[in-house]
């Protein structure tokens, strides 16, 4: 079984473009005045300072698939995923990556006290920007975890999955969060499966020979 790996801080730069498309802004189909961009770009500037981003990662054998199961390796206990979509996707696998990240409290508190107060539009663009962030973190991640797998000839398949897509439901963040320690972050799951702070995220990709 291989360790959890924690990545304590995790620096990216934001992705500007996704922010933007995340806000309802298309090029060439909507046009944003110049001082209203200069707001949205303040207030981008402002979110960053609020974002610690997190992650965890974690590489687990798949012990079988049978119909609507994944079945990860014996050591990790008997743990087991329900998706029969998830089982198709990783039928050429023989292994998996676990992903955990989380974009910290601090920036779900300045959100918060924005959308109740005078401020909404800046909450609004925060609220944008940590989606795409932490998003953009399981990017980090997956490459991080593509460049190990190289040298042993295996790669990420490029598609990951998250509990709530499709049939995977959102009970399996249950296992998730156990797997991966997300405690470690200061992430914690509620009875119906959410995870706390809410600009957190996990994911679980598949392992291919290359």
Avoid at 48 to 55: A, M
Avoid at 132 to 141: F, N, P, T
Avoid at 176 to 203: C, H, N, Y
């Amino acid at each position: 079984m291989h360790p959890i790996v924690l990545f304590d801080r995790i620096m990216i730069e934001a992705p500007r473009k996704r922010i933007y498309r995340r806000l309802g802004y298309r090029p060439g189909v909507t046009s944003l005045p110049a001082g209203q961009e200069a707001e949205v770009e303040r207030y981008i500037e402002d979110a960053l300072t609020l974002i610690n981003l997190r992650g965890v990662g974690r590489r687990l054998a798949l012990r079988g698939l049978q119909d609507a199961r994944v079945m990860l390796e014996e050591q990790a206990g008997e743990d087991v995923f329900h998706s029969r979509q998830l089982a198709a996707f990783l039928q050429e696998c023989g292994e998996v990556v676990l992903l955990g990240a989380t974009a910290g409290s601090e920036v779900m508190a300045a959100i918060a006290a924005d959308v109740t107060g005078s401020q909404v539009t800046r909450g609004v663009v925060i609220d944008a920007v940590a989606s795409e962030m932490v998003d953009a973190s399981l990017d980090w991640i997956m490459t991080y975890f593509g460049r190990e797998l190289r040298r042993e000839n295996k790669a990420l398949k490029p598609r990951r999955y998250s509990a709530g897509y499709g049939d995977f439901g959102v009970e399996n963040q249950a296992t998730m969060f156990r797997l991966l320690d997300l405690s470690r972050l200061g992430v914690q799951i509620t009875a119906s499966f959410l995870l706390i702070p809410e600009k957190s995220v996990t994911a679980i990709a598949g392992v291919i020979s290359s």
